[in-house]
């Protein structure tokens, strides 16, 4: 992190002419079903800025971001790009886009959110949220309303790395308002080795099952943890299994000029 802010992003400045001048690689990493041949591609949207040093990684670029309270302007830039490209592809691909918890408490997000899709070609079905169970506890209400407003349209809305007893996925989930539970590549990587990680894994599973939601097993790299997540019936799966994700080639030609939220 210290080499990341003394590169280029110190301020609010350089940060925000980073987002609009949109120095982005993407990758889109698929998401398969359990054991059922796929009749169309479902993808999660991956951001990979291009700092041109191999030493800054992504996860430094988020940190400094949201150390700067930047990521509603991130999430307007890259949620705007993965609409862009998903536009493209054949019909019934499906995306699913990462929100922060900047933009779910924004309302004007929510808005921004509903105009872009209403006016692509895009079916809200084909969009999932991807709401991180810490950003929604901090701003419940930002979150509801979120939900809500994405659900009415037609997305759908996944809930990341939920627990039993978290109060987001007890509220959420029996309310209907969450489609898929993605259970963390932390319980995932370690549970064939280890036997209390499985039972992490197994009861994450068990306990999303009961409130009706699918699975997505995240961080599944090889065999040994695909047979594990199929054996606790996981639906879907995503990982390194397949190798690396998709670079996904959008250049600043392709994309909407940027219109920044709040």
């Known amino acids: 992190m210290k080499s990341f802010q003394r590169s280029?992003?110190?301020?609010?400045?350089?940060?925000?002419?980073?987002?609009?001048s949109g120095r982005f690689r993407y990758a889109a990493q698929r998401i398969h079903a359990m054991g059922e041949p796929e009749e169309s591609g479902w993808f999660e949207w991956l951001v990979r800025p291009?700092?041109?040093?191999?030493?800054?990684?992504?996860?430094?670029?988020?940190?400094a971001v949201e150390s700067l309270d930047l990521g509603l302007n991130l999430d307007t830039r890259t949620s705007?790009?993965?609409?862009?490209?998903?536009?493209?592809?054949?019909?019934?691909?499906?995306?699913?886009?990462?929100?922060?918890?900047?933009?779910i408490s924004n309302h004007l997000f929510s808005?921004?959110?509903?105009?872009?899709?209403?006016?692509?070609?895009?079916?809200?079905?084909?969009?999932?949220f991807?709401?991180?169970?810490?950003?929604?506890?901090?701003?419940?209400?930002?979150?509801?309303?979120?939900?809500?407003?994405?659900?009415?349209?037609?997305?759908?809305?996944?809930?990341?790395?939920?627990?039993?007893?978290n109060p987001v996925l007890g509220l959420f989930g029996p309310l209907g308002f969450v489609n898929y539970l993605k259970v963390d590549r932390k319980w995932v990587s370690s549970a064939p080795e280890s036997p209390s990680h499985r039972e992490t894994l197994e009861s994450i599973?068990?306990?999303?099952?009961?409130?009706?939601?699918?699975?997505?097993?995240?961080?599944?790299?090889?065999?040994?943890?695909?047979?594990l997540v199929r054996v606790l019936e996981a639906d879907y799966y995503q990982g390194y299994i397949d190798g690396e994700p998709t670079v996904v080639a959008l250049t600043n030609e392709d994309r909407e000029p940027l219109q920044l939220v709040g």
């Open 130 to 165: 991807d709401l991180a169970v810490h950003a929604a506890l901090s701003d419940l209400s930002g979150a509801t309303r979120f939900v809500k407003t994405m659900r009415r349209l037609g997305c759908q809305v996944a809930l990341d790395n939920g627990i039993p007893g």
């Open 80 to 103: 705007a790009d993965a609409m862009q490209w998903l536009g493209r592809q054949p019909a019934g691909t499906r995306m699913t886009v990462n929100v922060s918890g900047a933009a």
């Open 50 to 63: 291009d700092f041109g040093d191999p030493d800054l990684t992504t996860a430094d670029f988020v940190q």
């Open 111 to 128: 808005n921004h959110m509903v105009n872009l899709i209403e006016n692509s070609s895009i079916q809200p079905e084909q969009i999932c």
């Open 8 to 20: 280029c992003l110190r301020s609010v400045a350089r940060i925000t002419d980073f987002i609009e």
């Open 205 to 227: 599973i068990d306990y999303a099952k009961r409130l009706n939601l699918e699975v997505v097993a995240e961080g599944v790299d090889n065999d040994a943890q695909l047979e």
